[in-house]
């Protein structure tokens, strides 16, 4: 119980710190959503320091909204990769949602699908979709994926 509320602390800690992310506890998972349009250095630096909080301080599947992106860089895509294949190592999972028509074709081509839960959003409710919309709920997502991991209970210390 005490971890509980020391990670609770720790993620409200950082959420007024973030400029490039807005991420939100919902019922398994912590919902990360990206509030920039094109990559930069200082995004990539955010989202080490966000990836490594997530990984490391939840026990939480991690969905990330990439909706408003227009690209992502190679350096960039390998940490989420990296972050899908430590997640999954720890029973967890990392779910996108939102992804351009390009990025959804690089991911499945080489077949990073079996790391990455992707949801896909067909093109005429990608372009009407707004910044305001939400994806898809974790419930929704569940059951859509049926061998996606149920969420780690913590453990008693």
Known sequence: MTNQRKTRTILEVAKPKLKYFRFREVSNAIELVCLFNEM?????NEAVSV???LY????NHIKIDLFPVKYLSLSFLTRLLNLA????EKRRALILVGLNPSLMHFIKRFNFTETIFLIEEPDKDRKRRSKSSSPPSMEEIQGLFPSLPKAVEDEVQ
């Open 51 to 53: 990836f490594a909080m």
């Open 85 to 88: 294949r430590d997640l999954n």
């Open 40 to 44: 930069d250095e200082n995004i990539e």
């Open 56 to 59: 490391y301080q939840t026990r």
